[in-house]
């Protein structure tokens, strides 16, 4: 933390992949702003906009309507140059030169990575707030978008089940999650998946195909199985292709959810998240607080120093794994 310093104008950028609720946590951070007569200004593009001075002032009126809708008003991108310390400096001439005197990045680790070095380089005040949908951001115990995402997951296996028991198909279904299985697991618990592969876990494909045989036994006709796309074997395309060498007479199909995972207007759970984060992310500024994410952990603001924020992460429960399981016998 850092001694408290006057602040009257804060940048708000958004980093990293898009995620529902990003625009409630703009909207948000804008709105609290203003409420302590502090300025706003919106900068495109994430990082990118710092060194390319996109920057745009921001009232009330600018944020009217967006709570309710998903991508970023501010719009996103990856800014790999951010990782060169002399085009940082860059990014901090020009927040000078515009008067800008602390920043709220809304982002995942990356964008972490990308603040944290911004505040101990150069002492700059900056604030983080966790939107991704992968929910794998330690600190918090949801992420802004996540909630979104796996009720979007949820509604599309929703929709496969129905063929796939008008079929007799099995669907390799893949969500989103290169490095975590939280939306995986959410979504196979909510949808009653038959089975769920995760990174955490080891793929075997013998004990996958031994299950899918016993519930055929059972006289299950068809089935979901929910592949993140971070499993080891590389993501449902290849399970499918294994599985079907082993078991030739299943029906099996693969469906790769992709993108629409990330779109789409933010949950109530999402917007509130977003909502009290970027209410609190403001506060935090002005209060003198700087290099950290603020969470909501069991109800309770939480402050985890960048460092922590983006080196550590959440685990799943690798408990939900096994009552996924025994709860879809
Ligand atoms: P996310 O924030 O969703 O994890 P990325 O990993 O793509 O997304 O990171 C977003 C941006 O953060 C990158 O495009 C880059 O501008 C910045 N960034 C990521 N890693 C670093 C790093 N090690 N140093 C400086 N900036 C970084």
């Not at 200004?41 to 998903?70: A, E, P």
């Not at 999650?177 to 618990?189: M, Y």
């Not at 592949?227 to 080891?232: H, I, N, Q």
């Amino acid at each position: 933390m850092n001694a408290k310093r006057k602040i009257n104008r804060i940048g708000v950028l958004t980093s990293g992949g898009d995620a529902p609720g990003m625009n409630a946590a703009i909207r948000a951070v804008v709105r609290t702003a203003i409420y302590n007569e502090v300025e706003v200004v919106g900068i495109l593009r994430g990082y990118s906009g710092l060194l390319n001075k996109q920057f745009m002032g921001m009232q009330s009126h600018s944020v009217s309507k967006i709570i309710s809708q998903g991508g970023t008003i501010l719009k996103s991108s990856r800014c790999p140059e951010f990782k060169n310390k002399n085009v940082r400096a860059i990014a901090m001439e020009n927040m000078r030169e515009a008067g800008i005197d602390a920043l709220v990045v809304i982002g995942g680790d990356g964008s972490f990575r990308g603040a944290n070095l911004l505040c101990k380089e150069f002492g700059f005040p900056v604030v983080g707030i966790p939107g991704t949908i992968d929910n794998d951001i330690y600190g918090t115990d949801f992420t802004i978008g996540f909630d979104t995402a796996i009720n979007t997951a949820v509604s599309a296996v929703d929709k496969l089940r129905d063929t796939a028991d008008s079929h007799n198909i099995i669907f390799f279904v893949e969500v989103m999650g290169r490095d975590a299985g939280f939306i995986a697991l959410n979504t196979a618990i909510a949808s009653g998946a038959e089975a769920t592969l995760l990174p955490e876990v080891h793929t075997d494909i013998d004990k996958l195909c031994s299950f899918m045989e016993r519930d055929r036994r059972k006289n299950k006709t068809s089935g979901i199985i929910i592949v993140a796309e971070g499993e080891e074997e590389g993501g449902a395309m290849e399970v499918a292709a294994k599985v079907k060498t082993k078991l030739p007479g299943y029906e099996i199909r693969v469906t790769t959810l992709g993108h629409i995972q990330r779109g789409g207007a933010p949950s109530c759970n999402d917007r509130v998240l977003a909502s009290l984060l970027g209410y609190e992310a403001v506060n935090a500024l002005l209060k003198g607080r700087t290099n950290v994410m603020v969470g909501q952990m069991q109800n309770q603001v939480v402050y985890t120093p960048f460092e922590e924020a983006c080196t550590r992460h959440n685990e799943i429960n690798k408990t939900w794994c096994e009552v996924s399981r025994i709860l879809s016998l």
